[in-house]
């Protein structure tokens, strides 16, 4: 809680010279020729996130379920900003099938890869499961965006060396991460389908998957280190906003919490600073596994700074993923 009135209360700009009040505009430079892809791009954060970068020079790659609403995100960059690059493509983060398959169209195209933005988001309410039998809010937020990292790694590698353009990953979390504690993966496997009524709570699963998007993070950062690849992965907390998602939340409590602070929450400009600064900015060149919020770096959890974590879920996760990478 403390954390997160911390968010809502901030405003002064700190060692970046940003701070929760900074917009995305603000944050951004000018980016030249380089291709960006973000997920989660049609509304809300991730969709302000792609204005932005469109606006400062970058070739975009808007990843969608629904191609229609793509489309409509794409008009309406395009409305604003003449001769804006931006390219429409399906792809269900729940499904791996559907990872695959978008990963092979995007090499198709034969395009360089310098930015990569997790952005996408999901809170079930109910219990439900994928095409590939994992619980759905794991599959979208975490698993989909791990296999589409790792499928889209070798191109970003190689786009950094053949530019000298630092490749970077970006991993749209929240502060929500430090609800949850516990084995997440012993969790996992407690509401499988036949525990799916007694054990399945939405706010547990969906702060399991925030907490395992700086968890990846973590551990790929250290794999690219490794492997001395110019590439750079880490994790943000965007600040309290109102969105699409926090929208399907819709309630009593939920109404009452925005109307008291509404005053005190971020727009959606605000929102995607943090997301834009990481991506952009160039006094991060070389910063990984990091996790930021308000434009600066920030802690995190216990569980979340947890090396062992970090390690055991990379190896669970590329077990439900190896068969198909």
Not at 73 to 98: F, K, N, P
Not at 224 to 252: C, D, Q
Request: with cysteine.
């Amino acid at each position: 809680m403390f954390e997160e009135l911390r968010y809502l209360m901030g405003g002064s700009a700190g060692a970046s010279g940003f701070g929760s009040k900074s917009t995305a505009e603000q944050v951004t430079p000018e980016l030249g020729s380089i291709t960006a892809i973000i997920t989660g791009a049609t509304s809300g954060i991730g969709a302000e996130t792609a204005r932005v970068l469109a606006k400062r020079g970058a070739r975009l790659v808007l990843p969608a379920r629904s191609l229609k609403a793509a489309g409509e995100a794409r008009a309406r960059i395009r409305g604003e900003i003449s001769g804006a690059e931006i390219i429409v493509m399906a792809l269900d983060l729940s499904s791996m099938a559907s990872v695959r398959c978008f990963v092979s169209e995007f090499e198709r195209l034969r395009l360089p890869l310098h930015l990569l933005i997790n952005n996408a988001g999901k809170f079930s309410r109910e219990y439900a499961v994928s095409e590939d039998g994992v619980e759905m809010t794991f599959a979208t937020n975490h698993l989909g965006h791990f296999l589409l990292t790792n499928l889209l790694l070798k191109k970003m590698i190689e786009t950094a060396r053949e530019t000298s353009i630092e490749g970077r990953i970006v991993n749209v979390s929240s502060s929500l991460h430090g609800w949850y504690h516990g084995d997440g993966i012993d969790y996992l496997g407690l509401i499988g389908k036949s525990h799916k009524k007694r054990n399945y709570n939405e706010s547990h699963a969906y702060a399991l998957t925030k907490l395992a998007n700086i968890l990846h993070a973590k551990e790929l950062s250290t794999r690219l280190k490794e492997m001395n690849a110019n590439v750079t992965i880490n994790s943000v907390h965007p600040g309290i906003v109102r969105t699409r998602l926090t929208r399907e939340r819709e309630g009593f409590l939920t109404d009452l919490f925005f109307f008291l602070a509404s005053k005190l929450v971020k727009s959606i400009p605000q929102a995607a600073a943090t997301t834009c600064y990481v991506a952009t900015n160039p006094n991060l060149a070389g910063v990984s596994g990091k996790y930021f919020a308000d434009c600066n770096e920030a802690s995190t959890s216990k569980l979340a700074g947890s090396k062992s974590e970090a390690e055991k879920l990379w190896k669970f996760s590329e077990e439900m993923t190896m068969k198909k990478l």
